[in-house]
């Protein structure tokens, strides 16, 4: 306990600083933290005797990241294709006598998606002129809300979402986290920017803290999952009292994704 409030009282604002400070020092940021949940993610999957591709796990995931970046440029989809034929290629030459070939190519593909569309999102979200606050609205109702669900659930939790593959979730705790992410988007609208090109009030942040709070525990139970199956309990030991660089990302990769449509939304409503 004290290794994970030691840990959130160093990072996060560090994280703050580099969110709004942007351009280049958060793609960068962003960037690194993601190749490091890719290398996270070959790591576990190893343990199960797949062979996944590093280096097609890491150019996926700067593919989607670069694609965010620079999205007047066109080269997503002929990247993508580039890269699979690469990687089709390089299973069947290096790798096709192995056990499992078909799943780690498989693996290896999923697995650069997977993280390279969470982090093009993030990256999307504060590319906007108003992302900052966006971005900094979903990450304080992501921690707040899972902060309310740990302590709920470690004190009164005593129901069972989901044991066999998470055992500390609890009915309790969920409950916790969709009360917590009503009343902390309400407060985040409540204290919006009005010179912003979005107003948003107490209501509409209300309803993004209540929808955040609601799906991005799917997120957590993803990579819970995979934990499971590989048979260990941290992605990474980087963050005491957190686990790694995966465990911590989980959620944020939904809440950006889910924040992005929010606001998208939001603005086909104004026109």
């Known amino acids: 306990m004290k290794a994970r ?6 990072i996060i604002p560090l994280v703050i600083i580099v969110l709004i400070l942007g351009d280049w020092l958060f793609v960068l940021s962003l960037s690194a933290l993601v190749l490091l949940a890719g290398f996270e993610y070959r790591r576990m999957l190893q343990r199960k005797g797949y062979l996944i591709s590093l280096p097609m796990v890491w150019l996926l995931i700067l593919l989607w990241i670069a694609a ?14 580039l890269l699979i034929l690469v990687g ?5 030459a290096f790798n096709s006598a192995t056990a499992a070939p078909t799943a780690s190519w498989a693996l ?29 609205m979903a990450l ?21 979402m989901a044991p066999e593959i998470s055992p500390g979730k609890s009915w309790e705790g969920y409950g916790a986290e969709i009360i ?3 009343l902390i988007g309400g407060m985040c609208g409540l ?16 309803v993004l803290g209540g929808l955040l709070a609601l799906v991005t525990p799917l997120g957590d139970f993803f990579v819970s999952m995979i934990k499971r199956e590989v ?16 465990d911590r990302l989980d959620s944020v990769f939904w809440a950006g994704i889910l924040t992005w449509f929010f606001r998208e939304l939001l603005l086909i409503s104004l026109k």
């Open 68 to 81: 965010a970046y620079w999205p007047g440029i066109r080269f997503l989809e002929p990247g993508l294709a």
């Open 231 to 246: 048979g260990v309990k941290d992605t990474g030991s980087l963050i005491p009292g957190h686990g790694g660089m995966f």
């Open 191 to 206: 204290c919006w920017p009005a010179t912003l090109q979005l107003r948003l009030t107490p209501l509409l942040g209300g």
């Open 140 to 160: 304080i109702i992501v921690w707040g809300a899972d902060t309310g669900a740990y302590l709920v659930g470690r004190r009164w939790g005593r129901h069972k």
């Open 180 to 182: 917590s992410g009503l």
């Open 108 to 136: 290896t593909l999923a697995g650069g998606l997977y993280l390279g569309v969470g982090g093009s999102f993030l990256l999307r979200l504060r590319a906007h002129p108003d992302g900052c606050w966006w971005l900094l």
């Open 5 to 10: 409030i030691l840990s959130a009282i160093l």
């Open 88 to 92: 089709t290629g390089r299973q069947l």
